[in-house]
T-cell receptor, first 111, second 116 residues
Framework: KNQVEQSPQSLIILEGKNCTLQ??????????LRWYKQDTGRGPVSLTI?????NTKSNGRYTATLDADTKQSSLHITASQLSDSASYIC??????????FGAGTRLAVHP | GAGVSQSPSNKVTEKGKDVELRCDPI?????LYWYRQSLGQGLEFLIY????????KSGLPSDRFSAERTGGSVSTLTIQRTQQEDSAVYLC??????????????FGPGTRLTVT
């Protein structure tokens, strides 16, 4: 069964600190992996997309890594800001059109 | 340019009633997707449109759910005889095409459906 699991379920950090969110998947065949940020009451917004051949991609203070052999990905947030408080969702595509979503990690950044 | 819009933003309905949710994709986007997000759960794929046709309806949970798209633009998701378990946020997304890692899906703000 195609699944995407994320950890931790929730995380609290202080402003300015770094954090790393984890994603493990069992989706096959693998097409691409995406990280989305979802603010409360809003739709998800894409942060990064990685294909099989890519093992790291950055978007500002966000850096995603992918290990297609172990089927693991991580999202590292550097120098966190209050506006980083949101849910971060790992999404894996088995086919181009169909995305399989993780349940997300809820991040709270406190001053 | 405008993003994906959805209406209504919130809908409260009584069990057994029919509801219709609307999605206006980004102009020119040929692919349109419907997802459901239940409290504390990941997004669940419902249906995908390429133009006006739906090559993948595999995510629709029951025959009470249907969707259509007209003119390659606006889509409506209809839920008949609503049940309490239908309560969720229904998200719509659109993309420039249905294939390729570069074709990003842009999400609307969602419709929060509450069935009482």
């Amino acid at each position: 069964k195609n699944q995407v699991e994320q950890s931790p379920q929730s995380l609290i950090i202080l402003e300015g600190k770094n954090c790393t969110l984890q994603c493990n998947y069992t989706v096959s065949p693998f097409s691409n992996l995406r990280w989305y940020k979802q603010d409360t009451g809003r739709g998800p917004v894409s942060l990064t997309i990685m294909t099989f051949s890519e093992n790291t991609k950055s978007n500002g203070r966000y850096t995603a890594t992918l290990d297609a052999d172990t089927k693991q990905s991580s999202l590292h947030i550097t120098a966190s800001q209050l506006s980083d408080s949101a849910s971060y969702i790992c999404v894996v595509s088995a086919r181009w059109e169909k995305l399989i979503f993780g349940a997300g990690t809820r991040l709270a950044v406190h001053p | 340019g405008a993003g994906v819009s959805q209406s209504p933003s919130n809908k409260v309905t009584e069990k057994g009633k029919d509801v219709e949710l609307r999605c206006d994709p980004i102009s020119g986007h040929t692919a349109l997707y419907w997802y459901r997000q239940s409290l504390g759960q990941g997004l669940e794929f419902l249906i995908y449109f390429q133009g006006n046709s739906a090559p993948d309806k595999s995510g629709l949970p029951s025959d009470r759910f249907s969707a259509e798209r007209t003119g390659g633009s606006v889509s409506t998701l209809t839920i008949q005889r609503t049940q309490q378990e239908d309560s969720a946020v229904y998200l719509c997304a659109s993309s420039a095409a249905g294939t390729g890692a570069g074709y990003e899906q842009y999400f609307g703000p969602g419709t929060r459906l509450t069935v009482t």
